[in-house]
């Protein structure tokens, strides 16, 4: 290959690096951007009053109602509780109790994750007896997605323990009508219950040293190639006086 022709595709391959790892960096920047705007949106949503049991179900459960306060009235159907493995709080491992509620003059009922409770070491089939009041009650809370799903491997399980909770299949096994969303409860738990729920993280700083990564995969692309293609050999040609200039 005639030196010519190697610097044209050096140059071609350094142009095609710079222009894509400059890409990818403004993509990063575009996903902070986005991530900032959901987290304000966010903070927005819950800073605002309270919905009813009548506002949440005339809401269908739709997305614009996540992470809005809730103040429900209804029964808790204590039959059909789940305790969810596998879930850390406060830097330990234990369950999260889901008791459907039943909402107060509606047909659908609401999974609350009503707070989180350890595992029996010796015993992990045992599972702790939570109080869980008969006849109407107050719930306060927020409006979260269905409870998150961990790696499970095999079919869907059955039981009081479970990794995971598919809304629609948990549903049709209890013969509920079950919102497409979950209440985090909060406030104070006399039954014993942590309450410590995770606030939405952003990870706009993650983006951003994504974006840096990239612009600075660019700069020292360019670098290079001003360095190997451009300055070097004119430094050379200087040392054997083949440049006037």
């Known amino acids: 290959m005639s030196v010519r022709a190697r610097f044209w595709l050096v140059t071609a391959a350094t142009a095609v690096t710079v222009s894509l ?33 009548a506002q949440v179900v005339s809401g269908g459960g739709g997305d614009t109602l996540l992470h809005r306060a809730v103040t429900l009235r209804g029964t808790w159907l204590s039959s059909a509780s789940v305790f969810l493995d596998n879930r850390p709080m406060a830097g330990r491992s234990g369950f999260i109790l889901v008791t459907p509620l039943q909402l107060q003059g509606a047909a659908q009922a609401v999974l609350v994750q009503r707070g989180w409770v350890p595992r029996d070491f010796v015993d992990r089939n045992r599972v702790p007896d939570v109080d869980t009041p008969a006849g109407e009650v107050e719930v306060f809370g927020r409006l979260a997605p269905a409870p998150s799903r961990l790696l499970e491997l095999g079919a869907g399980e059955t039981g009081r323990i479970r990794q995971n909770l598919d809304v629609e ?29 995770p606030r939405f993280e952003a990870d706009v700083p993650k983006h951003l040293g994504y974006a840096a990564q990239w612009f600075a995969m660019s700069a020292l692309a360019a670098g290079l190639y001003v360095w190997f293609q451009l300055i070097s050999p004119r430094r050379r040609r200087i040392a054997h006086g083949q440049d006037s200039r």
């Open 21 to 53: 790892t400059a890409s990818l960096g403004l993509w990063q920047l575009g996903r902070a951007d986005q991530k900032r705007q959901l987290q304000s949106q966010i903070e927005q949503r819950m800073a605002q009053p309270a919905l009813s049991t």
């Open 169 to 197: 299949a948990f549903a049709r096994e209890v013969g509920l009508t079950l919102m497409p969303l979950s209440v985090l409860q909060t406030g104070p738990s006399p039954e014993g219950l942590l309450r410590e729920w």
